[in-house]
């Protein structure tokens, strides 16, 4: 919300063409909000409060306002609406579709890896399988999505960078 307010005096204008809004908005804030998001290990709920915030902002970028003889939900659904439509005319890509989109691109990237670096090497860990998350801790490891696609055997399936990159879209479009 930072990264709005800092540039919402241009993104809420109206003097200012709406194409160049939705630029600055991908620009500024879209790349604010994903910063490192490959890393991110995401539950359902968290990937609907990033739908939430992301249809938060846009509908004072695209100016969806309440009218008076309508609900709340009415409203919600109206602007939700418009806010999809609107981002379809100007090809823009949901937070959530760009996450898994790094993560995935990430993951590959760092499953072919052979240069010792950490982060390929911290892949191939494995928990002792005594061991139980405790209470407090994440939901979701950073692979569990992945694994669930693509199999225990993922790493190795990422050694191929096409069947990898074939593999991105079912994993981008999934619903978990």
Known sequence: WGAFHKHKSELCSKHYRLKDRVRLFEAM???TVLYGCCAWALT??????LVTERRRMLRYVFRCHRQASETWVEYMKRSADRIDTISAQHSLQTWTTMYRQTKWRFAGTTARRTDGRWSAIILGWKPDPKHVRDQGRPFTRWSDDIV???GESWQEIACDANLWASLERGYVERVF
């Open 44 to 49: 359902r709920k968290m990937e609907q409060t």
């Open 29 to 31: 804030v879209s790349t």
């Open 148 to 150: 669930a696609l693509a």
